[in-house]
């Protein structure tokens, strides 16, 4: 018997699933995490969960493991000490940090700008010049002043250090060569050069994002040699994939050499199983919505497959790295409420955390948040105790919403309706930056909507937004550590290419991409994968000349062979220009990058189908609650999602209440139970 | 209240959560129209540096969310139609300051105007403007120094049809771009600028399919009063009535040998009405720093000011428009008569920003700012490269943030929001230069309790024979330190021939000729210091003599902080710090620099561009 393990690892809670690949049955279990030593709850979890699904750790086949760590390294600034190797004359470039002040007039008044994560006092430039755009060199490497500094550097205490030379994107000989120096003065430092990180122009955000991953190194490379170690202890001989911001796996080893890449390991999970999912029951094209404790994550999912961004965000930085594209905006069921001296409702993005934490949590929170307008409006049945652990507390959520209520002049219901409709627009605010703001009418795709409190406000979404259908995957708590189980192993390689459709042909840009795919080829083959699960895609970043936008157009390579294919690149970016913009241009066509995704497949989960059965719900339904939906309240049934079996149908109003989550039904909305055990939710009747 | 009551102010037939959701729509589609320009223009001035600017107004043309103000009614007064002949689909384009009463103040500025229409009716303007790479006119970019007229500054557009009902004119574009250097840039960034403008007219729309449009007007007509409101009780609780406050600063020339010019602002408040009064400013000069301030753009500064310093959730539009009445002094140098040359006005712009700021600092307690590198530095290098190719590049350089209410000033960041450095790497792929140093200046922000922000320096090795025009202030006046904080030092701009001499050239000169290995080395103010140096804490000053951003000399002498080893050492700190207490002066509110009397800085000023232009420049 063979088991597959998804293994989430959050802030507060630690999220696992256990697939059995015989049955095909799920287990999931939640624990709480370590943050101070993370791979005790990872192992504490894994021997719970393979307990609980009446296994053993022995027995596991495949880890899919994604984690918060290096987020909250971030978000804390709790990483190492870094040091700094830069061109000289350009040791400031953290410091500077582009010039950027924030919007609008007069934004810097109230401007916090954290230190760089590399200091100042550990910073060194040396002297040697890579010219552009020819890439060679014309000023030898002061190799004395490289010595003297990783010397000085050592000495002082850094645990990592990071090299990043000017130009070195058109030729890393400097930095490779710095990199020699470093290994041989102070063997067992961890180095990252930044062409090997980010082979790409623009040296702030190269400098930075190699700054990044050795700030979180050390301590990536102590969490997982631990973890693999105490799971070898414990009798493992599982294979360990860690999920990547894009949504891609790679090996322990290759996430202790580019721990930047797990910077959104988290919320790609979710994404990706949404996908998964979606795709699955003949849905492609779905946005999907995540939306916990503190914020939410929106994005968009076209035919099958997550959208991507080389930008990624984690607080005030904003680096380059791939990442499932991700819009995160702050609100969530802690997110308070604030009535501005303008009168203005505001929600969020403070929020009461999970300590406090809400004031119907009953732990001394007195500020009014989401969940409690939730639980005065009757959406939260008394029946529910939230993380299975808390009984809540009705009357402090009265009163907390009671404040905001007596300073808008209304009545508590009013007041909480209009906490859920600020809440809920922020979100759609966030949905629209991902859909409409891209060209995509949301009208056009499905929602699928999770994390703790997403199932309760997806359906006041799709209302505004005519998403259609909303669908409510089984376990929405803990679908990102389902979402790992549906990954595959994937890395991408790139490129700077910058050349105008004039100056080169289909065969140069063949070649280019053959050189990026062997690269590839080598890499999967380092992680273990076989040449026939190899595969391969294409992009190529394309702008009109001397843009600043990169609109990604997939590339089919063997056109490439005639001029055909250039063309095809160029009209395909003209009509995603014009579709997004309104517009072309009379100019040459620049290829920016050049990217090869390699993949290999790895099977971790099957979803499988049931045939439906009878439509009536009624077996599942466990009680009545009085629920408030736009000015009225309405007698509204609770079923108990368990219960449910596929072909069930629920007619709105209802409430569908399960371990995790808790899902409204809005009136004049059906939900149905799918093949798979989704939950469908349709305007009308459903059909 | 100087005149009547708006219109908009009352009751409102929307309820205030959809009210609220309109108005954070609106909001993000400000966001959004710029994210729009900025990711198809070509410009990297726009592209890298954000130098764009959008609003959304009523159907009246009240801006309703934007930082710089609306001039719509002006814009259309002075186009040949009337409100009546707008049609969907319609864009006006402007680049002539003189059309729009200074919405834009400089020609290189294009300002772009799209009427909002649902079911037949308008219901609002959307309006952006960006700064095009050239628009012809004497040098290139199309900001001369020499020059005193707005004729040498390129061709004009007045507010004409750029699409009429949805049908671009091509043939008005093309004529526009063939009197510029860079025709394509010129047609891309300005079709660009329409799509920011289109985002907000599908925004709005969809606002009213989804609430009706009786209720969106409702809604634009609240969002107004609300700002309104909220303006009256900032003035209220921050404003103090009866006294006057008074405020003078300088900008060095106006890069023809004239100068120093005053900046005179007086402020105070009679009931909930506040004055700004520019009289005693200084007459329009000869050269191009002229700024035609837009009166309604002033209380719009005027206003975001106390926002950000106040409320910063507050919205800011036209809403408080009554509730500033505004002095601007004809044939003054903030308000130019036509046809003053108006190109390089970015340092008379910055310094009416210092004053304003300089000028609350002294008439609200407990709250100061210090003055800035003050101005928008900027550097043009043109020419034909050896395979005959020209190529032209311009770059805004920032420089000192001055020390604000509970913080440090920002070394080398930039005054105007949103603005980012054009990379090293992207320069040297583009244009025949490297980037030799990009760094801090240390010690040349003010000192104080909380530090000014040090300017940078840039160097630059040109690679072709070609030529440079540049654009900076604050080389002969300080950025001054406020309650016990001391001054930044001043710009300085060196020119390195390949045989080693040195030039030190004045802060605005035109088309001066540089050589294949030529170096520039280009040196921004700092920003002010805030409050007495001595109270500054120790250990701080200790950690930035360790990051290499204050010197050991000057922590001795301007913080009193003795460090020895990088460390503090603390008995001997108290006892200098002791020591400067007994010997020093007491502190100034303001803190000038070494100025020279007016007569000596003018006549030095004039010394200067003599010396210069002898040079054969």
């Known amino acids: 018997m063979t088991y597959n393990l998804g293994v989430d690892v959050g802030g507060t809670f630690t999220d696992v699933i256990v697939f059995d690949e015989e049955t095909n049955e799920l287990t999931i279990d939640k624990v709480l995490s370590t943050p101070a030593n993370p791979s005790e709850g990872v192992l504490r979890g894994i021997e719970e969960a393979t307990a609980k699904a009446d296994t053993s750790v022995e027995e596991l086949d495949l880890l899919f493991h994604g984690t918060t760590v290096v987020t909250n390294m971030l978000l804390e600034e709790t990483g190492s000490r870094v040091g700094l190797i830069t061109s000289a004359g350009h040791e400031d470039i953290l410091h500077l940090a582009r010039a950027w002040t924030p919007g609008p007039l007069y934004g810097w008044i109230g401007m916090e700008k954290p230190d760089p994560l590399a200091d100042l006092v550990d910073t060194r430039g040396v002297a040697g010049k890579i010219n552009s755009p020819a890439g060679e060199e014309t000023q030898p490497l002061d190799e004395a002043a490289v010595r003297t500094a990783v010397q000085e550097l050592q000495a002082a205490g850094v645990e990592a250090v990071t090299v990043a030379l000017l130009n070195s994107y058109l030729n890393p000989a400097h930095e490779e060569r710095v990199r020699e120096i470093i290994e041989a003065e102070a063997p067992g430092l961890p180095v990252s050069i930044s062409s090997d990180i980010v082979p790409e122009y623009g040296e702030y955000e190269r400098t930075l994002t190699t700054v990044i991953n050795d700030y979180a190194r050390p301590q990536v490379i102590q969490y997982l040699d631990d973890l693999d170690a105490s799971l070898e202890d414990a009798g493992s001989t599982a294979k360990m994939n860690v999920v990547r911001s894009d949504g891609g796996l790679m090996s322990s080893t290759a996430a202790k050499r580019r721990p930047v890449e797990l910077a959104l390991s988290g919320p790609s999970g979710g994404v990706v199983g949404a996908a998964t999912i979606a795709s699955k029951k003949g849905v492609p094209d779905v946005l999907t919505l995540d939306m916990g404790g503190t914020s939410t994550d929106v994005s968009l999912v076209e035919d099958g497959t997550p959208g991507t961004t080389r930008q990624t965000k984690v607080g005030y930085r904003e680096f380059k790295s791939r990442s499932v594209d991700v819009n995160t905006v702050g609100a969530g069921g802690g997110s308070i409420a604030r009535v501005q001296l303008s009168g203005a409702l505001q929600v969020g993005p403070e929020s009461a955390g999970a300590d406090p934490g809400p004031a119907c949590y009953g732990q001394g929170g007195e500020e009014p948040t989401v969940t409690d307008a939730n639980v005065v409006l009757g959406r939260i049945p008394p029946m529910v105790q939230l993380g299975g652990k808390m009984d809540l507390d009705h009357e402090a959520a009265r009163e907390a919403i009671s404040g905001i209520a007596q300073q808008r002049d209304s009545t508590v219901e009013e007041a909480a309706q209009a906490i859920l409709d600020i809440v809920n627009e922020n979100m759609y605010g966030a949905l629209r930056v991902v859909s409409v703001e891209r060209g995509y009418d949301p009208r056009d795709f499905g929602l699928v909507a999770f994390g703790g409190a997403g199932p309760m406000h997806a359906n006041a979404l799709v209302d505004v937004m005519g998403a259609d259908p909303l669908i409510i995957p089984p376990g929405p708590g803990v679908m990102s550590a389902f979402g790992f189980l549906t990954s595959d192993v994937q890395n991408e390689f790139s490129e700077t290419y910058l050349e105008t459709d004039q100056d080169v042909d289909g065969a140069d840009v063949h070649a280019e991409f053959q050189a990026l795919q062997s690269r590839a080829v080598d890499w999967l083959e380092s992680e273990g994968v076989t040449a026939e699960d190899h595969g391969f895609e294409y992009y190529a970043d394309c702008r009109y000349f001397r843009q600043d936008i990169q609109m990604s157009i997939p590339v089919d390579i063997d056109n490439l062979r005639s001029d055909a294919g250039l063309a095809e690149i160029k009209d395909d970016f003209e009509a995603r220009h014009d579709r997004q913009f309104g517009f072309s241009l009379d100019a040459p066509l620049e290829i920016a990058n050049l990217r090869v995704i390699g993949k290999g497949s790895i099977e971790g989960v099957s979803i499988e189908a049931t045939e439906p059965g009878d439509s009536d719900p009624s077996d599942a339904q466990v009680d009545t609650n009085e629920v408030y939906f736009d000015g009225d309240y309405y007698d509204t049934p609770i079923y108990d999602r368990t219960e449910l079996a596929p072909g069930n149908e629920i007619a709105g109003p209802a409430i569908v209440v399960e371990d995790d989550s808790t899902i409204i039904v809005q009136p004049a909305y059906t939900a149905r139970v799918d093949r798979y055990a989704n939950l469908d939710i349709s305007r009308g009747d459903g059909r | 209240m100087t005149g009547e009551t708006p219109d908009f102010v009352g009751e409102h037939d929307v309820d205030t959560t959809t009210l609220d959701i309109i108005e954070n729509t609106l909001a993000n589609t400000r966001d959004e129209m710029d994210r729009v320009v900025e990711t198809t223009a070509i410009s990297p001035v726009i592209r890298e540096q954000s130098d764009q600017f959008p609003l959304i107004a009523d159907a009246k043309g009240r801006m309703v969310m934007g930082q710089f103000g609306s001039a719509i009614d002006t814009i259309i007064e002075n186009s040949p139609f009337d409100r009546d002949d707008l049609a969907p689909g319609d864009v006006i384009a402007t680049n002539d300051p003189y059309m729009c009463a200074g919405a834009v103040s400089h020609t290189p500025d294009m300002l772009l105007l799209r009427p909002i229409f649902y079911d037949e009716d308008l219901v609002g303007f959307s309006s952006q403007w960006g700064n095009l790479m050239d628009v012809g006119g004497k040098t290139p970019g199309s900001m001369p120094v020499q020059a005193t007229t707005i004729f040498e500054e390129g061709m004009r557009l007045p507010p004409v049809k750029l699409y009429k009902e949805g049908t671009f004119d091509s043939e008005l574009l093309q004529t526009f771009a063939h009197n510029t250097r860079l025709p394509d840039h010129a047609e891309a960034d300005i079709k660009a600028l329409a799509a920011g403008t289109k985002a907000a007219e599908e925004r709005v729309q969809e606002l009213c399919d989804r609430f009706g449009k009786e209720t969106y007007v409702a809604a634009c007509d609240a969002i107004l009063d609300r700002t309104r409101d909220g303006m009256i009780d900032l003035i209220h609780e921050f404003v103090p009535e009866g006294e006057r406050y008074t405020f003078e600063d300088y900008v060095d020339d106006d890069g023809m040998g004239n100068g120093p010019i005053k900046l005179h602002l007086e402020i105070y408040r009679e009931g909930e009405t506040v004055y700004l009064d520019w009289t005693g400013t200084d007459a329009q000069v000869p050269g191009t720093v002229n700024f035609l301030l837009n ?323």
């Open chain 2, 295 to 617: 009166e309604k753009m002033f209380k719009m500064f005027t206003g975001v000011f106390l926002i950000m310093a106040f409320d910063p959730l507050l919205t800011f539009n036209d809403g408080y428009y009554d509730l500033f009445e505004v002095t601007l002094p004809e044939g003054s140098v903030v308000q130019p008569e036509f046809p003053a040359a108006l190109g390089n006005r970015l340092p008379m712009m910055a310094r009416q920003f210092d004053v304003l700021q300089a000028t609350f600092s002294k008439l609200i307690d407990g709250f100061s700012v210090a003055g800035s590198y003050g101005t928008s530095p900027n550097l043009v290098y043109a020419g034909t490269d050896s395979e005959g190719n020209d190529f032209q590049m311009l770059e805004i350089l920032y420089g000192g943030i001055p020390a604000r209410p509970g913080g440090d000033g920002l070394d080398g960041h930039s005054w105007w929001p949103l603005f980012r450095t054009v990379p090293a790497e992207y320069q040297e792929a583009y244009y025949p230069l490297s980037i030799d140093e990009y760094s801090t200046r240390t010690d040349t922000g003010g000192a104080g309790t909380f530090r000014g922000g040090h300017g940078i320096t840039k160097v630059y090795t040109f690679e072709e024979d070609g030529a440079i025009t540049f654009q900076d202030d604050r080389a002969h006046t300080y950025p001054w330190g406020v309650d016990g904080g001391t001054h930044a030092q001043t710009s300085e701009k060196t020119l390195v021939r390949t045989d080693g001499t040195e030039e030190e050239l004045p802060s605005k000169v035109e088309n001066v000729p540089v050589e294949a290995g030529d170096k520039l080395v280009f040196s921004t103010a700092g920003g002010g210091g805030l409050g007495d140096p001595l109270e500054r804490d120790p250990e701080q000053v200790a950690t930035e003599v360790r990051r290499g951003l204050v010197s050991e000399e000057a922590a001795a002498e301007e913080y009193g902080v003795v460090i020895t080893d990088g460390a503090v050492d603390e008995a001997a700190t108290e006892q200098r710090r002791a020591d400067i207490r007994e010997t020093r002066d007491d502190l100034d509110e303001f803190d000038y620099g070494p100025l020279p009397d007016d007569d000596d800085l003018e006549a030095q000023i004039a010394a200067e561009r003599r010396e210069f232009n002898s040079r054969g420049n």
